[in-house]
């Protein structure tokens, strides 16, 4: 083969990866579009098993459509035999089915629309949480961001209060409990579900205590 021939052969396959990733980020699937697909795949295979999503046949906390989707035994509630049941194990983002020390991967999906949080453990949306993220006039940043810095206790200067729990994502924008002043009082819990922040992620109590024990800076977190 000549080298033009071969030089035309090259340029055309580059041109044409090209618009095949360019279709690629056309036709990407929004996380709520993922959820869905997933929803319905599950909701088909679960047929097939015939598994009880509801049901929890060990005893261990997860329920057997969680047993099914991690492939763990739902009839053993410590499958790989470590001394730590299945729940706690993926709870804690560790694989049920190995005594390895490597962390499944983890991840935060923010839907402001909705106003909810989902951590996902190994792509699996494994909790849900109400949040209250920004309001019209301050609106929450949308993209794909990482968790950039971790404080127990993070003061604002500007405003004055305290934001528990502080997961920093991008700017002065952060996810963290709900915030309250020197005084001790706190910003009410049935804020949570309505966008009224300054920007911020606002969590209740408990679930922003047990996202900051459990992720890490570099955590990705995607906003939409
Ligand atoms: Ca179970
Ligand atoms: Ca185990």
Same mark, same amino acid.
């Given at each position: ?35 869905? !697909? ?67 991967? !983890? ?69 963290? !409990? ?9 910003? %009410? ?9 300054? %920007?911020?992620?606002?969590? %209740? ?7 900051? !024990? ?11």
């Amino acid at each position: 083969m000549t080298f033009r021939i071969k030089l035309l052969i090259r340029s055309f396959l580059i041109v044409s990866n090209l618009f095949l990733v360019g279709i690629g980020a056309v036709l990407a699937f929004s996380p709520e579009e993922r959820a869905i !697909q997933d929803a319905a795949r599950w909701e088909k295979a679960r047929k097939v098993a015939s598994v009880d999503p509801y049901r929890d046949t060990d005893g261990d906390g997860l329920t057997d459509e969680f047993e099914w989707i991690f492939g763990t035994d739902l009839n053993n509630f410590d499958t790989d035999g470590d001394g730590y049941s299945d729940f706690l194990e993926i709870d804690n983002a560790y694989d049920p089915l190995s005594d390895a020390l490597e962390k499944f991967p !983890q991840k935060l999906e923010i839907d402001l629309k909705n106003q909810r949080l989902f951590y996902l453990v190994n792509g699996v949306r494994w909790r849900e949480f109400s949040v209250s993220t920004g309001k019209a006039s301050m609106p929450t940043p949308t993209g794909n961001f990482q968790i950039r810095n971790k404080v127990e206790l993070a003061w604002s200067e500007k405003y004055g209060l305290y934001m528990p729990y502080w997961l920093g994502v991008v700017g002065a924008v952060g996810i963290h !409990q709900l915030p309250y002043w020197p005084n001790g009082y706190r910003e %009410g819990a049935d804020h949570l579900g309505k966008p009224v922040s300054h %920007g911020c992620i606002r969590l %209740g109590i408990i679930p922003a205590a047990y996202l900051y !024990q459990r992720l890490s800076v570099g955590t990705p977190v995607e906003i939409y």
